[in-house]
Nanobody, 115 residues
Framework: EVQLQASGGGLVQAGGSLRLSCTAS????????IGWFRQAPGKRRLGITC????????YVDSSVKGRFTISSDIAKNAVNLQMNSLKPADTAMYYC????????WGQGTLVTVSS
């Protein structure tokens, strides 16, 4: 069974940076897309970026484009999210998700950006 572990959240001032990691285990192939989602208090969970493990193709939502970068570290079975120029509006619980024919979610990691 696929298991995902998200880490790296914390408290940071506006303009600062954080690096989230999603460490995965249980993959039997590279036919997965790993996505990062976030859910602010009282809001829906929304996808912000994803990467295909098979070909490295990425998608980045306009809300974070130019500030957030997703990358994969195959040797460490991890997908990282580098978040720069953070804003208070980026405050949310961040989740990683693995999708193939089925979907697996990791637990969230909290990111708080103070003004």
């Amino acid at each position: 069974e696929v298991q995902l572990q998200a880490s790296g959240g914390g408290l940071v001032q506006a303009g600062g940076s954080l690096r989230l990691s999603c460490t995965a285990s249980g993959f039997t192939s590279d036919d997965y897309t790993i996505g990062w989602f976030r859910q602010a208090p009282g809001k829906r969970r929304l996808g912000i970026t994803c990467i295909s493990l098979s070909d490295g193709a990425t998608y980045v939502d306009s809300s974070v484009k130019g500030r957030f970068t997703i990358s994969s570290d195959i040797a460490k079975n991890a997908v990282n999210l580098q978040m720069n120029s953070l804003k208070p509006a980026d405050t949310a619980m961040y989740y990683c998700r693995a999708e193939s024919s089925i979907v697996f979610w990791g637990q969230g990691t909290l990111v708080t950006v103070s003004s």
